[in-house]
């Protein structure tokens, strides 16, 4: 299991030399392919592809048969464990995730179960375990999950919001409520993302897709403190290698600092923070991940390639850099442009990486 | 016309000494006041409250007559300026503004009129008019527009957005085209602030909601630099005082310095920073206008006064802050809790003005 053949992925997240600079996709299986499409009216629905480990393994592979990507992603939901705490997840047509069952009150919370990764969430593991083997050594496996307090912003609303209102209601006026679930789901989190190891993930990830929405103080108490138990608890272990992990918050950047000093490994940036700034406040600390605007994949191959050298230029020289997109790629973007990003990335980095 | 009762508003803009700290609410007329239900019934659809000068005053002295607020502000839309262009503005329930004419190519941007404030906006000059008799000198009245980058998102995307698909494909493949567009809405702006100054607005503030979209160096090209040409093109003055500008960019905590140097008098700050934080990198240059979490006032009355304390404490001693919610008041506020919020500022910020 020890064989991997390209490791530049994490080996930048230790901040190790490489020979050029990483990358991968966020949401790099998905609905932007249509290979993805086919597979997943092959499944039926979008859980019924998640809870089938041939097909999720099939999805997560196929980005990597177009694009020299330097790292698989698990293919899953980030809403898979407040599923299986029984909130019932469903998917309207154009609307996102919802809730049946939402959280309403502090007795909700109370019996909530914490579910076993191997029993409720096995067919997590299935897919991790048969990714990893049909991968082949060939790049390293991410496996991921959503953050406390973006698992309860769904959790609470009842599916996607605007303004938070009902999470803002309980942070403000039960705040014992609210950390009582974040706790819960911190605890969760560990457990799932430690079977995700233990079934073969060399690398982890937390999103923290709404963290931003709350004040500084706030984010500290309600997001980042959750996350940081998140990083105390994970086995960081696998093939005797080291298994790094990275946080990603968006609209963080003015909160580096904070979240280089939980102990993770890489810090996930969007696009609206100059990496060369980023790298200033935290580089010594952690690698950093990032950090493309998605919408400029929509761009002539010319100007993604000049985004891409703009970025690799603002890091600058030596390791600890996995380029990525600021956020998820969008669902409307040609294939052919992705590919000219993840060329791009190969192409014009290894002048950074000579020393 | 120069007897202004209560100035607090304009000198705390300005940097001046006041006894305590100014205070007002974005969106302090609006659908959280049973009276504003009530008027906006009567006039029939929003535009309409909007073109009928009488009902716009009305609705606009209404939060000012339930609290002690330091400032008015016109009551009017921000899609004003496209509307008078021949977008076509209209609104769908529950679904925010949206454009029957969205701006699709190069040709569209060329043919806009540059609309006349007192031939197609006369409606709004007229409210600003009626509403500066009305408030006989009480509290100063602001006038207000969008940015021009948060204009043209609208009328590109049609409406709301959450990806600004339509306007990123524009700005990173035809930027000449979207350059012209932001060019021309720029010049819109200054003739249709500079009109509500001449009407009689003390005070003009540009919302620019969705800057913060954009990645450091695209916010500077595509959004800045055009607050900045407003800024250098407004009348400043108004019956022998000075007409301060506030700009506002939401998610822009990271680019304070940027917005400061353009020569506004006040930045507007949303919830995502700590305003110490903001108070020492540009507090020598301009005021500060923020920053609660509007989701605050969903809270006990206690919490809201503690939170209060903690963002006058954050500031400190001095002038060159007003106080403000980090976005406009949600609809399902109840409106004794924004009495609460507006006599916590007054009664916890004296200590800080003793100088």
Request: aromatic share 8%; net charge negative.
């Amino acid at each position: 299991m020890n064989s991997l053949k390209n490791d530049r992925y994490l080996r930048a997240l230790l901040r190790q030399p490489v020979d050029v600079t990483p990358v991968w996709m966020m949401r790099q299986a998905g609905r932007y392919l249509p290979e993805y499409k086919a597979t997943r009216a092959q499944a039926g629905d979008f859980m019924s592809l998640c809870k089938n480990a041939e097909l999720a393994c099939e999805v997560t592979l196929q980005p990597l048969r177009r694009f020299d990507l330097d790292a698989a992603i698990l293919f899953s939901d980030i809403l898979t464990i407040p599923d299986a705490m029984g909130l019932g997840l469903y998917f309207e047509q154009g609307e996102g995730p919802k809730f049946s069952k939402p959280i309403t009150c502090m007795a909700d919370i109370q019996n909530l179960p914490a579910p076993d990764p191997e029993q409720e969430l096995q067919y997590v593991m299935n897919a991790v375990r048969t990714i990893r083997k049909n991968l082949q050594g060939e790049v390293p496996l991410i496996g991921f999950s959503g953050s406390p307090w973006t698992l309860a912003t769904y959790m609470i609303e009842g599916g996607s919001s605007k303004a938070f209102t009902k999470i803002k209601k309980m942070a403000f006026s039960d705040p014992k409520a609210l950390h009582l679930l974040l706790d819960k789901l911190a605890d969760s989190v560990i457990l799932y993302l430690n079977a995700q190891i233990a079934a073969g993930a060399q690398s982890v990830m937390v999103f923290d897709t709404w963290g931003g929405v709350l004040s500084p103080r706030d984010y500290q108490d309600f997001s980042l403190q959750y996350m940081h138990k998140i990083v105390d608890g994970l086995t960081r272990e696998n093939d005797g290698r080291k298994v790094p992990v990275t946080l990603f918050t968006k609209n963080a950047g003015m909160w580096l600092e904070s979240i280089a000093a939980t102990g993770c490994d890489g810090v996930g940036l969007d696009w609206t923070i100059d990496i060369d700034n980023a790298k200033a406040r935290v580089g010594d600390k952690v690698a950093l991940q990032g950090n493309m605007d998605p919408s400029m994949l929509y761009a002539a191959p010319e100007r993604i390639e000049q985004e891409v050298q703009t970025i690799l230029a603002g890091f600058g020289e030596g390791p600890g850099h996995v380029f990525n997109l600021g956020h998820g790629i969008h669902l409307d973007v040609p294939p052919e442009n992705a590919k000219v990003f993840v060329d791009a990335v190969h192409k014009y980095s290894a002048q950074y990486h000579k020393g």
